[in-house]
T-cell receptor
Framework: SAVISQKPSRDICQRGTSLTIQCQVD?????MFWYRQQPGQSLTLIAT?????????ESGFVIDKFPISRPNLTFSTLTVSNMSPEDSSIYLC??????????FGPGTRLLVL | KQEVTQIPAALSVPEGENLVLNCSFT??????LQWFRQDPGKGLTSLLL?????REQTSGRLNASLDKSSGRSTLYIAASQPGDSATYLC??????????FGKGTLLTVNP
């Protein structure tokens, strides 16, 4: 298993600003993922972040809006840029230390006014 | 494109009742299937992982089944308790570790 922490746990931001979310894992993992859960919706994969390579974004998500860093095997950041109220969501990171098994962080609850 | 559907969207039962949550997926070419629990304001807790070669998995009062050919999975909860109240999410693994989630079933167990 893996223990994952995220910072901040929640935030309220003004439109037009940016927020960087941190994800820390207690062990080295190659594969890390970022998800978004909009109100009343299911989780949607934003991107896959593997250390040593550029993040791979899913359809509908772009690097300019959601830049991701993965400086080492235990840490990653997701930035939500130029925020609008539509970005109000829960953002979760996950890791896959074993094949086809993912563990999730507690999430970051973002409200954009 | 994989789509995951969960039925019912919400369920309210009295304490002690046995219940079944349903999950269906459109593409049977999955690797594993995982059931999660999400409490309000919290992250996801993994409940059961069923590998593609397995038919079911059990953990305590929980039993999950998988029928790949029909694209279905069920989560059985025995002797439900108020502490079981949460949203239950079904997710399937496709290629490249990608998870596709259903929208979840909101379960309320009344004392």
């Amino acid at each position: 298993s893996a223990v994952i922490s995220q910072k901040p746990s929640r935030d309220i931001c003004q439109r037009g600003t940016s927020l960087t979310i941190q994800c820390q894992v207690d062990s080295q993992v190659t594969m890390m993922f970022w998800y978004r859960q909009q109100p009343g919706q299911s989780l949607t994969l934003i991107a896959t972040a593997n250390q040593g390579s550029e993040a791979t974004y899913e359809s509908g998500f772009v690097i300019d809006k959601f830049p991701i860093s993965r400086p080492n095997l235990t840490f990653s950041t997701l930035t939500v840029s130029n925020m609008s109220p539509e970005d109000s969501s829960i953002y979760l990171c996950s890791v896959a230390p074993q094949v086809e098994t993912q563990y999730f962080g507690p999430g970051t609850r973002l409200l954009v006014l | 494109k994989q789509e995951v559907t969960q039925i019912p969207a919400a369920l309210s039962v009295p304490e002690g009742e046995n219940l079944v949550l349903n999950c269906s997926f459109t593409d049977s070419a999955i690797y594993n299937l995982q059931w999660f629990r999400q409490d309000p304001g919290k992250g996801l807790t993994s409940l059961l992982l069923i590998q593609s070669s397995q038919r079911e998995q059990t953990s305590g009062r929980l039993n999950a089944s998988l029928d790949k050919s029909s694209g279905r999975s069920t989560l059985y909860i025995a002797a439900s308790q108020p502490g079981d109240s949460a949203t239950y999410l079904c997710a399937v693994y496709g290629s490249n570790y990608k998870l596709t989630f259903g929208k979840g079933t909101l379960l309320t167990v009344n004392p």
